[in-house]
């Protein structure tokens, strides 16, 4: 029975993990957008964001890796320099800014062309195996097409205005934290555009990384240490040197940099990794959209965003799409396993058949997954 609930829960694990990400996206997405509105600058939202990040991952790193951590290269302190800017710096700050001239429904739908972008050059760059031939294959395509199709039909399409009981009566309320104009929309959605390409450049250099320096915690901490320290730089490039808007108080921007730096920077990092080196790249960025679907549900109550029937049909199409990749990426994770100790050497076979050899064998799988 214990082994039977352990298998249950590493099959079920990088599920609890993605989803528990885009949640976690969710409530910063809300928390941000209230913070943004309240004048906060975007660029100091990022430097407090992961220096919070920082302090609390620094510690679990330093002790937890301390045995497995690799030493430290040339080619490994480039890399964590360039995702401490890709994703840290250009693609928080231009998602902010971009949610500062939309809504926090829009930037959450506009970055559903990601699992798309990551689908792609994860392609091209042959960290994601994909043959039309193969059925799985031609789900994750359909799937990953299916969940853009969906966010662009909660974007464009709105339709009738849904009467839920914890909007009646604050519809003005609604209209006025939701509109905007044409001219912010298109700015917005093109800064969005352009950080959902950082993001995507980010998770695959990321998954990269990870080959080289496989200490999940350290890589966190690196990642957030190098972003604080580049984001001021860009902060006070950008603000001019501005003393007053680094004044931060006990209120919603405290909140929004405590929780997004915590949640979505230290523990969405470490987990984006571990759940990489078993599923890949493109299985993370596939649950992207979800995030979509619980901002667009928490705006209606803490916004007091309208609820339109456009984005119930988009939402619909993004839990098919999701269902489609994710079948298509447990065959890629099963297919492996049958045959893997038939290119073994008879020792190695012999091995796998005790206790170290159970590890040995997932270490393999995981390999030809990745």
Request: charged share 15%; aromatic share 10%.
């Amino acid at each position: 029975m214990k082994n039977q609930m352990l298998s249950l829960f590493n099959r079920t694990r990088p599920f609890i993990g993605v989803i528990f990400m885009q949640v976690g996206f969710a409530g910063m997405d809300v928390l941000c957008k209230a913070a943004l509105n309240k004048g906060m600058s975007p660029y100091v939202l990022v430097v407090y964001r992961h220096a919070a990040a920082t302090i609390a991952m620094a510690p679990f790193a330093v002790i937890l890796d301390k045995k497995i951590r690799p030493k430290m290269t040339l080619a490994i302190l480039t890399k964590l320099l360039l995702l401490g800017l890709l994703e840290p710096v250009i693609d928080q700050n231009l998602y902010f800014i971009g949610m500062k001239y939309t809504t926090a429904t829009f930037a959450a739908a506009m970055y559903n062309i990601l699992p798309a972008i990551t689908f792609l050059m994860a392609w091209i760059i042959r960290l994601e195996n994909v043959n039309l031939k193969s059925i799985r294959s031609l789900a994750k395509v359909i799937g990953t097409l299916a969940t853009v199709a969906g966010a662009m039909v909660m974007t464009l399409i709105k339709g009738p205005i849904l009467e839920l009981f914890w909007t009646k009566g604050a519809e003005n309320h609604g209209h006025r934290s939701s509109g905007t104009t044409t001219h912010n929309s298109i700015k917005g959605a093109l800064m969005i555009t352009a950080g959902c390409f950082s993001w995507s450049f980010f998770i695959i250099l990321q998954a990269i990384t990870l080959k080289a320096y496989p200490a999940e915690l350290s890589l966190t901490a690196w990642i957030c240490f190098f972003g604080t320290v580049e984001g001021t730089l860009a902060a006070l490039i950008m603000e001019r040197g501005k003393a007053s808007i680094w004044a931060i108080h006990w209120d919603t921007k405290l909140v929004a940099s405590v929780y997004s730096g915590i949640i979505c920077s230290g523990l969405t990092y470490y987990i984006q990794g571990i759940v990489m080196k078993d599923r890949g790249p493109v299985f993370v960025a596939a649950f992207s959209p979800l995030c979509m679907v619980i901002v667009a549900i928490m705006s209606t109550i803490i916004l007091a965003e309208q609820m339109y029937l456009g984005r119930i049909i988009g939402a619909i199409i993004i839990i098919g799409g999701l269902y489609l990749v994710v079948w298509g990426k447990s065959k890629d994770h099963k297919s492996p396993s049958p045959s893997t100790d038939e290119h073994l050497p008879p020792a190695e076979q012999t091995n796998n058949t005790g206790s170290n050899g159970k590890e040995n064998f997932g270490h393999e799988v995981t390999k030809i997954d990745v």
